[in-house]
């Protein structure tokens, strides 16, 4: 165990090559949750909830020591009226289509997220990212009364992208759209 301690790999740390091209993966990524982003308009939004906070993306390097971005739509945290359409691109682990909800708007959207292959959280925090996707702290059919807990609560589904920019853009745009549009159903601009 000491002598791994003790060695540092000073080839990889001198890669420029490597680090270049984890550096124009990212900013491909960045480019397409940008113009995933502006294709979404407020009004749309503001159909669902008249208290959203726009739309946001967020970047890291350190999620158990991968690269990470957050595109969030509508941004209601409330742990009783939360509503926010997440994206998460997990360098390594993968691209995840995340709806949070507070309890009172679980109910609402479970036959929709349902029958759409969302799966529920079952991790104690939903930005518990590891447990949920790592660790599958999750269930496919669970039980209504976890609803009523005033918290918030996550839905997770892996999005299944391939091909070019255009073609990842268009796969998530599908998703979020669809929810845009289920939402507006549902909410109407009640939240």
């Known amino acids: 165990m000491s002598s791994d301690r003790q060695h540092v790999d000073l080839n990889l740390w001198k890669d420029n ?46 999620l158990l020591g991968m690269p990470y971005h957050v595109l969030d739509i509508i941004r209601n945290f409330d742990p009783k009226s939360g509503l926010n359409i997440r994206v998460l691109n997990w360098f390594g682990n993968g691209m995840f289509l995340m709806i949070l909800t507070g309890n009172e708007n679980s109910e609402k959207v479970f036959t929709f997220l349902h029958s759409n292959n969302f799966y529920f959280g079952l991790t104690d925090s939903p930005w518990d990212y590891p447990g949920l996707i790592l660790e599958n702290q999750k269930t496919k059919s669970p039980d209504p009364r976890m609803f009523s807990k005033k918290e918030l609560h996550v839905w997770v589904k892996e999005l299944k992208i391939e091909g070019d920019e255009n073609e990842i853009i268009k796969e998530i745009s599908q998703n979020i759209n669809l929810h845009i549009n289920q939402y507006s159903k549902i909410f109407g601009d009640k939240n």
Request: net charge positive; hydrophobic share 35%; proline share 0%.
């Open 17 to 62: 090559h490597l680090f270049k091209k984890q550096h124009r993966l990212k900013l491909q990524f960045w480019e397409i949750f940008s113009r995933v982003a502006e294709n979404i308009s407020d009004k749309s939004l503001l159909k669902i909830c008249s208290k959203h906070k726009s739309i946001k993306l967020s970047r890291g390097n350190d």
